[in-house]
């Protein structure tokens, strides 16, 4: 194989949880995660700004994917089933990615710095969210409260499927989780 | 007037966000702040841990009455009516304090430094609602779902509240909030 190598993002990604659940994320330098992933220093800074950014290089994919999805739903879909539409689309992009999904998110819950980086990407997906609601001219307050609860059940969703005793897919455990958000929002009004 | 002077902690909040206001928060120091209250740095310190944190004083008794209200709901109650009672009590201490809120408010978007914190307190403000309502049996994935949701209400109403238009109080349009999420949830499903 050459010096070209595919995916080196995904390989830098590996390379850099592997080294935070080994040592800790505060004592992995991005010299060893690049070392670890048989690149250098400055191939680590092409992809990632810093060594907190290597774990989040999913976030705008995962945003692209949700707002896509949005914003093609049919003009006659309400506001919730238009995020439905999105949910499912950004969970379908986790095929195949549980375990390293596990291993990234018993990392960032560990390290306080990585979970305010992980509340800001929720907090930035949300507000794509919102535009893309208020795009589809739903108004006040619904686009606030749907973009907000969608979020809410991207993440209730995710903490289900990187649960250890969990086995069911992404997709499904998002469609359950907004299953019972109807159930217990209906039983509280 | 003696050197005992009330409510040094809120003296200390009402300089500290006129400085961030007239200065930026970046630009201003601890030392600027006691001095604006007509107090020492030591004082300061005394009540604060940060410069960041002097905004955020609130939290935790937003957090008490929200989750008291939680645990004392009726047994009968399902969990998104007792999440209701947390958000009605967490709603009414804000009576009295629209202006210190919009322009904390105004503050708060206009830093991220600012906005992560918001975040994190939102986010432990959700854990604590979750584990009031586990203490109440009620089961995963309700509990985490119903927690999620009625932060997110929460942040939405409040969201309403200080906006430049709005003048409905925040109960009010923290239940308006509530019933617009149970309308899109239902439309939804």
Not at 82 to 89: E, F, Q, S, T, Y
Request: glycine share 8%.
């Amino acid at each position: 194989m050459g010096r070209w190598e595919p995916d080196t993002p995904g390989r830098l990604a590996k390379a850099a949880l592997d080294l935070y659940r080994e040592r800790g994320y505060e004592q992995t330098t991005v010299a060893e995660i690049a070392g670890r992933a048989g690149l250098t220093e400055r191939t680590f800074f092409r992809h990632y700004a810093d060594k907190r950014e290597v774990l989040f290089a999913g976030s705008a994919l995962l945003q692209e994917a949700f707002v896509a999805a949005v914003t093609g739903a049919p003009a006659s879909a309400g506001p919730m089933r238009a995020v439905a539409a999105g949910l499912d689309a950004a969970a379908k992009l986790f095929t195949g990615r549980r375990e390293f999904a596990r291993e990234r998110h018993a990392v960032i819950t560990a390290n306080s710095d990585l979970l305010e980086r992980e509340l800001i990407k929720l907090a930035t997906l949300s507000a794509a969210v919102l535009a893309a609601l208020r795009d589809r001219g739903v108004p006040e307050p619904a686009a606030t409260v749907t973009a907000e609860a969608g979020v809410a059940v991207f993440k209730a969703g995710f903490e289900r499927w990187v649960a250890a005793e969990e086995s069911r897919d992404l997709p499904e455990l998002i469609r359950d989780t907004l299953d019972t958000l109807g159930a217990v929002v209906a039983d509280g009004s």
